[in-house]
């Protein structure tokens, strides 16, 4: 459940600044949607630290300042200079955000399978335990 969190979080946001503030164009639109991809890069690296037991709010809050601030700035920089710096930086933070989701995927998965297969043992070893006395042949 505290796995939905941001992602709720996520869509609560959008709808607000859809209902608030409209459509975004031009440079400035490209400015936030860069750091939009690195805030939800960010996101996607916390609930996948979560997941697997090593998050730290701390670690989590500097990164996902950091990562928009650097989003931005390349995006600004490669304006000035000229270059569209703003599609390496969604190339790359769009690589991240998937890897980061395959991972999530991966390792929920991986925990539903397990829980399954330990449901399936306690099973059969209920079945073991009940077979003797199930067939009445009792030592």
């Given at each position: ?9 996520l869509?609560?946001?959008?709808i ?8 975004v164009t ?8 860069v ?6 890069d960010?996101?996607c690296?916390?609930m996948?630290?979560?997941l697997e037991?090593k ?8 990164g996902?300042i950091?990562?928009i601030i650097i ?8 304006d ?11 190339l ?7 890897t980061?989701l ?6 929920l ?6 829980v399954?297969?330990r449901?399936r043992l ?7 335990a009940?077979?003797?006395e199930?067939?009445g042949?009792?030592?």
């Amino acid at each position: 459940m505290i796995l939905l969190l941001p992602v709720v979080a996520l869509i609560f946001g959008a709808i607000i600044a859809m209902k608030f503030i409209g459509p975004v164009t031009g440079a400035s639109g490209q400015y936030l949607a860069v750091a939009c991809l690195a805030g939800l890069d960010s996101v996607c690296g916390g609930m996948r630290s979560g997941l697997e037991g090593k998050f730290h709010s701390d670690v989590f809050i500097t990164g996902f300042i950091s990562n928009i601030i650097i989003a931005f700035f390349l995006a600004w920089l490669g304006d000035q200079i000229l270059i569209d710096l703003f599609l390496a930086v969604a190339l790359v933070l769009g690589a991240r955000i998937f890897t980061n989701l395959s991972l999530i995927r991966r390792f929920l998965l991986t925990k539903w399978q397990d829980v399954r297969e330990r449901q399936r043992l306690q099973q059969q070893a209920q079945k073991q335990a009940a077979g003797p006395e199930a067939s009445g042949n009792i030592a």
